[in-house]
């Protein structure tokens, strides 16, 4: 029966590469004009921004002036791609004609934009320097008006086609200077990366673009050889998979992977590969397997990534479904990733879900055991939360970063809140006795945390009672039974910092999940390994430098698919999702009034 299968498998791939061939026969007749049609659209579409100059122009005065830098980038690609098309390819009057009048559209609107930033009509503070801005919107319009003044020279001299070829060179050189220009969204949005990303996948020699260590790992490449690693048609390596797709974003963007992606998956024809060995061969070993890598780690892309990282891209991947896919029949493959897609888009962000509460809680009456329970999953919902690409860059601690980095934050603010909480509850006891029985319940939560293996609440927790307008409350502590406080005596092992958590760390290696860890270890460990280690050595990515990063995350992002089984309480979660506290300052000075300096117990309200 195994051989019966592999027998059908073979025949359907078989039946596949048939179907391909005869798609390539139809394609070849029509490869001409649909490059054209291609980079006309690009063009269009782009130009769609900019069609009633004046107009535009005041449109554009109320928005942020950042968000016109991609804009004018897709332009910029658009007339860059339509250059290669227009002098490579033969193109009707009507055609030329049409993008003189573009170019002219572009240079028009562009010239109003400089003038406009030039006398400080626009109100919004940027983010890159005026200076930046204008010479980037400067470039793109003097790119149109050369475009427009060497389509006026075609239209009127006939240039030669070998001389039409000589210009086209001319004009490709300044797409990388263009792309050098562009790449300002973020501090990192590497600038390095902006001339190799114009070298074509399949013209990029392997030899000295991409240097392995002593044990086969990768160490410093160009981001081809990644893409080539990434879907080699001879093995596939989940773990460089996961490392690729988890860092990714540290030295390039979504929307440039995914023209990459693109690239390797449209693989030389026979005739153009240079290869020795027989088409069946080729087409069977090389082609194939490469567009079903190519795929796959598309699926698996859409499998990790945040929905915004995707939304970006949404029509480029379905027209690479309808386009690329359907044209080479493997409409399963299509089909997945389009489900994929679609169930990344619909996916809902939120991570709490709760419902309005009459019953007006306060911690004197919820259980230890429950309050533990429900700060769990409250925990556990936000841990999960955390995006991959959150942790890259140490987004969470770079004030123009943050807003890379949400979930972080807010589980971060979260461990804040709850310690504060903590001790507020503790110091709000105004009499020596009921401190007493608060301190006891908060040794219970914390045992209760400790058994749900909850460490990110268990060091809250902690860290609240060991603050310093707790600790000092000498009267309170003393009344509390020995046997209690043998739990805190095994935690200041445990949660020790002591050779940077050593003990925490062996400790929770023989724990197994469900577990939530405290990630304060963990963004140190980042924080270490990204400034202890370059983005780019000669020029190539450091690539180890991202499988550092990887594994020192990769127990976390395994602990984030492992779920409680714990149940929402609603009478009590309200209360727990809006904590009310005191700040630090406060919660001192309050500490002051119930056991002040030098005070006997006689003195304190008992």
């Not at 005026?130 to 793109?140: C, L």
């Not at 030295?251 to 153009?272: A, D, G, H, M, N």
Request: glycine share 2%; proline share 3%.
């Amino acid at each position: 029966l195994e051989l019966q299968i592999t027998d059908t498998e073979m025949s359907l791939e078989n039946f596949e590469r048939d179907l391909i061939n005869c798609n390539n026969i139809l394609i070849q007749s029509i490869y001409t004009a649909n490059r054209f049609q291609i980079a006309e659209e690009k063009l269009l579409n782009s130009l769609n921004l900019f069609q009633n100059s004046e107009e535009q122009v005041n449109q554009l005065r109320t928005q942020d002036p950042n968000s016109l830098i991609p804009k004018i980038f897709a332009v910029a690609q658009s007339m860059a791609t339509l250059c290669k098309t227009f002098f490579q390819e033969s193109m009707t009057e009507i055609q030329v004609k049409g993008c003189r009048n573009a170019s002219k559209k572009v240079y028009k609107v562009l010239t109003y934009i400089i003038q406009d930033a030039q006398r400080d009509s626009f109100d919004q503070e940027l983010t890159i320097s005026k200076e930046k801005f204008i010479g980037i919107t400067t470039a793109v319009r003097d790119f149109s008006k050369q475009l427009d003044e060497i389509i006026n020279e075609t239209m009127e001299e006939r240039m030669s086609h070998s001389s039409q070829l000589k210009v086209a060179a001319a004009l490709s050189k300044m797409h990388p200077v263009l792309m050098n220009l562009f790449e300002v969204q973020d501090d990192k949005e590497d600038l390095e990366l902006s001339n190799e990303f114009d070298i074509s996948i399949w013209e990029e020699p392997k030899e000295g673009n991409i240097i392995f260590s002593e044990e086969g790992d990768i160490k410093l490449s160009t981001f081809n050889q990644l893409i080539n690693t990434l879907t080699s048609p001879v093995r596939v390596d989940m773990v460089f998979v996961n490392c690729f797709l988890f860092s990714y974003q540290s030295f390039s963007t979504p929307k440039q992977l995914w023209i990459k992606l693109v690239e390797r998956y449209e693989v030389p024809s026979y005739s153009e590969s240079n290869t020795k060995l027989p088409q069946a061969h080729y087409e069977k070993k090389f082609v194939f397997p490469i567009k079903l890598r190519v795929c796959n780690a598309i699926a698996r892309w859409l499998s990790v990534c945040r929905r915004e990282e995707i939304q970006p891209i949404e029509d480029n991947i379905r027209q690479f479904c309808v386009e690329k896919l359907e044209r080479d029949g493997m409409n399963n493959l299509k089909y997945k990733i389009e489900t994929r897609l679609n169930e990344k888009l619909t996916s809902i962000n939120s991570i709490l879900i709760t419902s309005k509460s009459h019953i007006i809680a306060n911690i004197n009456n919820i259980s230890a055991e429950k309050i533990a329970e429900q700060l769990t999953y409250i925990d556990s919902k936000l841990f999960r939360a955390i995006q991959p690409n959150e942790l890259l860059n140490q987004a969470w601690s770079n004030e123009k970063l943050k807003h890379r980095a949400p979930n972080v934050l807010s589980f971060i603010n979260r461990f804040n809140q709850v310690s504060s909480w903590i001790a507020s509850n503790i110091l709000w006891e105004e009499k020596l006795s009921s401190r007493v029985k608060q301190f006891k319940k908060t040794l219970k939560i914390l045992q209760k945390l400790y058994e749900l293996r909850n460490y990110n609440s268990l060091m809250s927790v902690y860290a609240g009672i060991n603050g310093s307008a707790v600790w000092r409350l000498q009267f309170t502590k003393a009344k509390i039974p020995k046997a209690d406080m043998q739990l805190l005596s095994e935690l200041n092992e445990v949660l020790s910092s002591h050779k940077s958590y050593a003990k925490y760390r062996s400790h929770i290696k023989n724990q197994n999940p469900p577990l939530i860890p405290y990630i304060g270890v963990n963004l140190t460990d980042l924080t270490f390994i990204n400034e202890g280690n370059e983005d780019y050595i000669d020029g190539k990515i450091n690539f180890r430098k991202c499988d550092l990063t990887y594994k020192a995350l990769s127990d976390v992002l395994l602990y984030q698919h492992c779920e409680y089984d714990i149940e929402a309480d609603f009478s009590i979660l309200p209360y727990l999702e809006q904590l009310t506290y005191e700040e630090e300052e406060e919660l001192y000075q309050t500490s002051l009034l119930r056991e002040p300096r030098g005070a006997n117990l006689s003195d304190l309200v008992r």
